[in-house]
C-alpha cells in the first residue's frame, strides 16, 4: 500500500493534507505512466503493421522469383535438349 512507505505507526499524528498530497502525486505518476506505455504500445503496434505488410511484399516477390527462376531452369533444359538433338542429327549427317 502507498502508505506503507512513511512507516506510520498507529499512535502517530499524521496531517492528512499531506498524505494526500502525496497520494495524489503517486497516482497522477501513475497514470502519466500508463500514457507513456500506451503511447510506447500504439508505436510498436504500427511498426508491426509496417512490418507486417513489408513481409507480405516480400514474400510476394519471393514466389514471383521463384516462378521466375523455374521458368528460366525449364527454358535452359529444354535448349538443352534442343541443341542435344541438333548435335546429334549434324554428327550423323
Same mark, same amino acid.
Given at each position: 500500500?502507498?502508505? +506503507? ?8 499524528? *499524521?496531517?492528512? #493534507?499531506? =498524505? ?10 501513475? #497514470? ?5 506505455? +500506451?503511447?510506447?504500445?500504439? =508505436?510498436?503496434?504500427?511498426?508491426? +503493421?509496417?512490418?507486417? +505488410?513489408?513481409? #507480405?511484399?516480400? *514474400? ?8 521466375? *527462376? ?24
Amino acid at each position: 500500500m502507498i502508505l +506503507d512507505a512513511f512507516q506510520i505507526q498507529p499512535n502517530e499524528c *499524521v496531517d492528512n #493534507e499531506i =498524505l494526500s498530497k502525496q497520494y495524489n502525486r503517486e497516482v497522477n505518476m501513475l #497514470e502519466h505512466n500508463r500514457r507513456i506505455d +500506451d503511447e510506447r504500445l500504439t =508505436l510498436i503496434e504500427q511498426k508491426l +503493421d509496417k512490418l507486417s +505488410d513489408d513481409v #507480405e511484399d516480400l *514474400v510476394a516477390a519471393w514466389k514471383a522469383a521463384n516462378f521466375v *527462376v523455374g521458368f528460366i531452369k525449364w527454358v535452359g533444359g529444354l535448349s538443352t535438349a534442343i541443341v542435344a538433338i541438333y548435335t546429334l542429327i549434324k554428327l550423323k549427317g
